[in-house]
């Protein structure tokens, strides 16, 4: 597999990961151990996946890590989900953030189908 740092999915979910980090710096500090740690956690989680999958340097490894980070690109969707109505997120955060964690996913899925294809090969 290629260097994760020149995938369009990998700096995606960079790009997210960054962007929780950013909102969650502004949720109530008793949420500190609570759902700021789990959405920075998940995702985090995405891009280090990815890495890891590329690292292993077997197909089907990296398609486990894809399937690992892809859960995770699922779980956050949720945590975004649970911060806006707990009105932590702005609704246009809340979109912002969705549509990353959607665009991610719909990558992922394409990028495992790809690896797939490829260890079918």
């Not at 949720?27 to 985090?44: C, H, I, N, V, W």
């Not at 859960?71 to 997120?89: M, N, Q, T, V, W």
Request: net charge positive; hydrophobic share 40%.
């Amino acid at each position: 597999m290629t260097d994760f740092k020149q995938l369009k999915v990998w700096k995606k979910a960079h790009e997210m990961a960054l962007n929780t980090y950013r909102l969650t710096s502004t949720f109530p500090k008793d949420e500190m151990y609570g759902l700021t740690s789990q959405l920075r956690r998940s995702a985090a989680s995405i891009g280090a996946n990815i890495a890891e999958g590329c690292g292993r340097r077997s197909d089907g490894e990296m398609y486990r890590f894809l399937q690992i980070a892809r859960g995770s690109a699922c779980e956050i969707e949720y945590h975004f989900l649970l911060a806006r109505d707990l009105r932590f997120l702005s609704e246009e955060s809340f979109r912002k953030l969705t549509s990353q964690a959607d665009e991610v996913q719909r990558m992922l899925t394409a990028l495992m189908q790809s690896v797939r294809a490829t260890k079918s090969a």
